[in-house]
């Protein structure tokens, strides 16, 4: 006879119901008030984005605002801010909107390394290594 198996649940979900599957959301309209209408213009973001925060949370701020400005005090891309928070990309994406034109967060481009090392720095690792 094998034990039964305890299911995991999450803080708040009701007992009665089964949990949500991969992709399903339970209650869509959190989505659209955490996000608001969305009908303006985005930032320019996508998933490799860096964000780091530049002020600590205003009182004014959402809790969700509130996560991100804290999460960022060091650089995290889009893509990891979103999975932290258990939020969709384009929820995120209005949020960081806001926070970018009340300039308490920063975004920039991930730094792209060269495909082929310089010469000169390679020549110069090498003469030093023969020194040794």
Known sequence: MTPPQRQRRS????PDRA?????????PERLFVIGGE?????ADIDLV???VARADPPVSAT?????????CAAP????????YLSLPFSVVTVLLTDLLAKELVQARAPIVRQKVADRNLLE????GLQKL
């Open 11 to 14: 803080p708040g979900a009701a």
């Open 76 to 83: 995290l891309s889009t893509a990891e801010l979103s999975a």
């Open 63 to 71: 809790p969700e605002q509130a996560a991100l400005l804290r999460l």
């Open 38 to 42: 969305g009908g303006g213009e985005r």
């Open 49 to 51: 984005t860096l964000i």
């Open 124 to 127: 110069a690792v090498m003469h």
């Open 19 to 27: 949990p949500a599957k991969e992709g399903e959301l339970r209650n």
